[in-house]
């Protein structure tokens, strides 16, 4: 079985950090991404990675502040949030794809399996 469980996510003041991570089982996969989603809102890319070269993409308005990696021998994602901002409130998810490709997705049709989500919540 393929199952992907977020944990990390809580309440911060804004300008605070928090770690998420993703604990990926059943195997392994070719990229590896987080997404986002605020209330009233549709899900939002937040970052990528390939899980062979370590290779990385975010969106531009977590560049700076998010770092998005990977232990591969735990096959385990996880994100670093530094600087939040109110903002950033959403709940998070995690999302891999089965296959590579020579680009790293940024929309969710391009992952295959999603977690259940966390709730990250930043006051100001």
């Known amino acids: 079985q393929v199952q992907l469980v977020e944990s990390g996510g809580g309440f911060v003041q804004a300008g605070g950090s928090l770690r998420l991570s993703c604990a990926a089982s059943?195997?392994?996969?070719?990229?590896y991404g987080w997404f986002r989603q605020a209330p009233g809102k549709e899900r939002e890319f937040v970052a990528a990675?390939?899980?062979?070269?370590?290779?990385?993409v975010y969106a531009d308005s977590v560049k700076g502040r998010f770092t998005i990696s990977r232990d591969n021998a735990k096959n385990t994602l996880y994100l670093q949030m530094n600087s939040l901002k109110p903002e950033d409130t959403a709940v998070y998810y995690c999302?891999?794809?089965?296959?590579?490709?020579?680009?790293?997705?940024?929309?969710?049709?391009?992952?295959?399996?999603w977690g259940q989500g966390t709730q990250v919540t930043v006051s100001s």
């Open positions: 059943g195997r392994t996969f070719s990229r």
């Open positions: 999302a891999v794809r089965g296959e590579g490709d020579i680009r790293i997705p940024v929309i969710p049709g391009g992952y295959d399996y």
């Open positions: 990675i390939t899980w062979s070269g370590g290779r990385t």
